[in-house]
């Protein structure tokens, strides 16, 4: 991990990120208790991973790194990004978590770059199907 990445992802947690890492978290051990939630559980877990040390990685869709559609990126992942289940049980609060951490951030100058990496993790938490996490 280059110098300043590093510093980014101390600041990160420290504004932040980790408590963002821990709902992400939640969110996973929520999914795989529902057992129908497993693919989501997944996608969360990684996704948790990413939001402890978001600078250095971005999250693209899988079918750009491999060149190949799958069940995840293809018409089965967005019915699954759709599906109440994920929705209702932890797509939304995450998504408002993460809103509402860019705006208190975006307050100060400082939080700027913060604030916007809150809010392409807000995007993720509506659609994370089909997503995987890639060195930037």
Same mark, same amino acid.
């Given at each position: 991990?280059?110098?300043?990445?590093?510093?980014?992802?101390?600041?990160?947690i420290l504004v932040g990120g980790?408590?963002?890492?821990f709902g992400w978290l939640a969110?996973?051990?929520?999914?795989?208790? &529902?057992? !129908?939630? +497993?693919?989501?559980?997944?996608?969360?877990?990684?996704? %948790?991973?990413?939001? /402890?040390?978001?600078? @250095?990685?971005?999250?693209?869709?899988?079918?750009?790194?491999?060149?190949?559609?799958?069940?995840?990126?293809?018409?089965?992942?967005?019915?699954?990004?759709?599906?109440?289940?994920?929705?209702?049980?932890?797509?939304?609060?995450?998504?408002?978590?993460?809103?509402? &951490?860019? !705006?208190? +951030?975006?307050?100060?100058?400082?939080?700027?770059?913060? %604030?916007?990496?809150? /809010?392409?993790?807000? @995007?993720?938490?509506?659609?994370?199907?089909?997503?995987?996490?890639?060195?930037?």
């Amino acid at each position: 991990m280059a110098p300043v990445s590093l510093l980014l992802n101390v600041l990160w947690i420290l504004v932040g990120g980790a408590w963002m890492a821990f709902g992400w978290l939640a969110a996973s051990v929520i999914m795989a208790i &529902t057992i !129908v939630g +497993l693919p989501w559980a997944r996608a969360a877990f990684n996704i %948790a991973v990413y939001t /402890l040390l978001p600078f @250095g990685s971005k999250a693209v869709r899988r079918d750009e790194v491999t060149g190949e559609s799958d069940i995840g990126t293809g018409p089965l992942g967005v019915l699954g990004n759709i599906v109440i289940v994920w929705f209702l049980l932890a797509g939304w609060w995450l998504a408002l978590g993460h809103v509402v &951490t860019a !705006v208190i +951030l975006a307050i100060t100058i400082i939080g700027i770059p913060f %604030a916007w990496a809150h /809010l392409k993790l807000a @995007g993720i938490a509506l659609w994370p199907i089909g997503k995987v996490i890639v060195p930037a």
